[in-house]
């Protein structure tokens, strides 16, 4: 699942000696957490964390992982501790790190770590006023624990770079909204229009309904991209090449991701599960998609648009069947929610 960040990492000032004013849209999908910030930053980064014992040094790292040291602030239960958020963390530790696919109230319990993950890809000076608005998958039940933990002061290293951050939460969402406004913005849809979204993401299918610029229905169903690949993880297959032993799920997805099939990342051992992939597809389309698009008949003759989103979008054979659908699969629609959020955010700045 390729996509081409909206904007480019090196647009950012580098003068350390002036307070950033900083707008940022954030999209934590449980699959990648995905950013745009004002001053020209996108950031696509694994939604995995990882919490050491001890003291650690993770030397220079890529724009798919951050190191963050709490050295002060508003979170005084943060104090002192250190986490790794994105790739690094799976590599660290394979099996403890902690992903937010695996716990309902993982984004909301490490909203802040979260965050911080993503600021270390975009922040640039040494005190930043930082502006937020960010989707959370139940608003009513964790609005306010979001914003408790988000916003106040921040003393912090962020991969190495000392900084002072004091967060403001202009909105918290439900996810999908994001999206939404960013439609509303650019003209492809109308107040008075009734919009429906399938947001195929990695751990949930979520269908939304907005019509006059509320959200007028939405049901999460927990039928995700991760269901197909624990099963091509499992398959027999996959086990046999293996050895006897299940495939790695983050392998299997960046493999899909790359578009070339290749499991793992060593050429001696390495090999193409297209085959296995085509196997498993279907079944994951009749269990899970296949349910939730009949789920959706209810909304479809009163929607005027049929939008398909998320990550889910771009796996290998599922475009042609959703438009044979009636669906719209929009183009960057992995970054639709971050683009609106980062909207919402500047709104009336």
Known sequence: MTTTPIQSNSSASSDTNVTQDIYLGIDSGNGRLKALSSNGYSVR????????????????????????VYAGGSRSDLWGKQWVVGREAYIMAPDTHISTAD????????????????????????????????????KGSFKDEVIAKLEGTHRVGLNNFECQLTVKVKSVVDEGVGAYYELLS??????????????????????????????KFRKAYPLGVAKLYGAIANNLQMRKALKGIPGNPELIKAGIERGDFIYGNNPRLSFNF???????????VSDSLAKVLAATQQWQNEATHLFCIGGGVNLPGIKPALEKKAFECLENSEWLNAKGLLKIAQRNK
């Open 45 to 68: 980064i694994p939604s995995l964390l990882y919490f050491p014992h001890s003291e650690i040094s993770v030397g220079e790292l890529d724009n798919e992982s951050s190191h963050i």
């Open 103 to 138: 716990d309902k109230e993982a984004k909301a319990k490490y909203c802040l770590e979260l965050l911080l993950g993503a600021a270390a890809q975009v922040v640039k000076s040494e005190k930043v006023e930082l502006t937020t608005a960010v989707s959370i998958h139940d």
């Open 186 to 215: 650019t003209g492809k849809v109308k107040k008075s229009n009734t919009a429906l979204f399938l947001d195929i993401g990695h751990g949930t299918i979520i269908i939304s309904v907005f019509g006059n610029g509320e959200l």
């Open 274 to 284: 297209a085959d296995i992939y085509k196997a498993e597809l279907r079944p994951w």
